[in-house]
């Protein structure tokens, strides 16, 4: 049986439909909406307005923020309606994002930061990672528990001025780098100009440039001088914890003995130190102690007290003090040594103090005359032993004003100078012995 062709019969209700499901469809896929361009150049098409206002806000916010100064980036931007598939649309952070990365003057990646300023830029983080372990890889041991930098560090990922270092060797080079500052130094005892210009690095001019009216070899203990010192940009703290045994001082103990004079003391038995065993966290900048803290402390072995006499008795004026003043006012004329004299070298062993004929000689320190007279060489000769068995020598006296036995107290005459004896003038011959043996009378006086 022949096919007969059909005859496409479409009605009016048909295209209409037609006509609506397109105008269904089309709603469905495309919406009124807002191109957002720069310099002519379309990054991005937004549902409205006022999230492309917030968007361009926040690029000016985040490019302000990477260059430290204001700036506008937002003249050469413009807005038109269109419209624009749905699955076309960004959202307000991938707008922001794409205006960023117009602007040339910044660039994304992760910034180091020392106490909130910006020194360095890398677009991977293991870079600075690495430069940070290598800073403070020597302040740490086996002992290191915490490790901190000073001002604080930070690596964020975000954006950054191109004008931040990149390289690796001049970001190195800016957090080692040293600041001078000023400062002050007390003079402690035994320190000396010198010693102290070699301590702080610095040279003796730099020194006396900052003190003028120090007198460089007149330093008093306790004088503060101006100095500088050298104060790192980036500090390495590390936090130690270690152990150790430290001695725990014997006790003292006091015992009243009316043997002893007043100010005298023996003691009657020594005591021995203890022993403590210790659990410490030590904190160190750059690799110096600045901190200690003791976790634990337990005592291995207990001290033993140490017992001291201390005397009661009334000290009377012919005590021996200890220490010595000088028997008469003058010029020494001869130290201890060797020296000519009538023509022949021999030993001097005490000091010659020339003072005029009659001149009272003092006991340089209390104590008990055990001679007084004629001696050979020493002409007129007073010697007093003293309390420790010190024994002190006055010689070439013209005069003596004390006797053997007597108990003299210290500044006491005990004697006129003159030129008896072995002698070229007035003078007083002063001498100290000890267990016999002569001893430099300066290390006395």
């Known amino acids: 049986m022949p096919f007969k062709k059909k005859k496409l019969m479409i009605s009016a209700a048909s295209i209409a439909s037609f006509a609506l499901i397109m105008t269904l469809t089309f709603g469905l896929l495309y919406t009124p909406a807002y191109a957002v361009s720069m310099d002519g150049e379309q990054l991005g098409v937004v549902s409205d307005t006022e999230t492309a206002q917030r968007a361009m806000e926040s690029a000016q916010a985040e490019v302000e923020n990477a260059i430290g100064v204001s700036a506008v980036i937002t003249d050469d931007i413009s807005i038109g309606w269109t419209m624009a598939s749905k699955n076309d649309l960004v959202s307000e952070e991938e707008l922001t994002e794409r ?7 910044i660039r994304e990646g992760y910034v180091l930061s020392v106490g909130g300023q910006a020194v360095g830029f890398s677009p991977d983080r293991e870079t600075l990672d690495s430069m940070l372990d290598e800073l403070s890889a020597p302040y740490q041991n086996e002992s290191t528990k915490e490790v901190r930098f000073e001002p604080e560090v930070s690596i964020e990922y975000g954006h950054a001025s191109t004008e931040i270092p990149d390289d690796p060797e001049q970001i190195y080079a800016a957090l080692t780098a040293n600041s001078v500052e000023a400062a002050s130094y007390t003079v402690a005892a035994g320190d000396t100009f010198s010693e102290i210009a070699a301590g702080l690095d610095m040279r003796q001019r730099e020194l006396s440039e900052l003190n003028p009216s120090v007198d460089p070899d007149v330093l008093m203990i306790g004088d503060v001088l101006n100095i ?16 150790y045994t430290e001695p725990i001082p014997a006790p003292v103990e006091y015992v009243e003995d009316d043997s002893l004079y007043e100010g005298d003391s023996n003691v009657l038995s020594e005591g021995e130190e203890g022993e403590n065993w210790i659990r410490a966290e030590v904190t160190y900048q750059n690799g110096t ?47 201890p040594g060797s020296r000519t004299l009538f023509g022949s070298t021999n030993y001097h062993s005490g000091l010659d103090i020339a003072v005029p004929y009659g001149t009272k000689v003092k006991a340089a320190d209390g104590g008990t005359v055990s001679f007084a007279g004629w001696k050979g060489d020493y002409g007129n000769l007073v010697i007093i032993t003293h309390d420790d068995g010190t024994q002190t020598y006055y010689a070439h006296n013209s005069n003596l004003l004390v006797s053997e036995g007597d108990s003299v107290y210290q500044g006491q005459a005990i004697a006129e100078a003159g030129s008896t004896g072995r002698s070229t003038g007035s003078h007083c011959h002063f001498e100290v012995r000890v267990n016999g043996e002569v001893q430099n009378p300066y290390d006395y006086l």
Do not use: C, H, N
């Open 99 to 105: 205006l960023l990365e117009q602007v040339e003057e």
């Open 228 to 243: 500088r010192r050298a104060v790192p940009f980036l500090a390495v703290v590390t936090v130690d914890e270690v152990t």
């Open 289 to 335: 102690e600045i901190a200690r803290t003791v976790l634990e402390a337990v005592v291995q072995k207990e001290p033993e007290k140490k017992v001291v006499a201390t005397g009661t008795k009334e000290r009377p004026a012919t005590a021996s003090k200890g220490t010595y003043i000088w028997p008469v006012d003058g010029t020494v004329t001869s130290s």
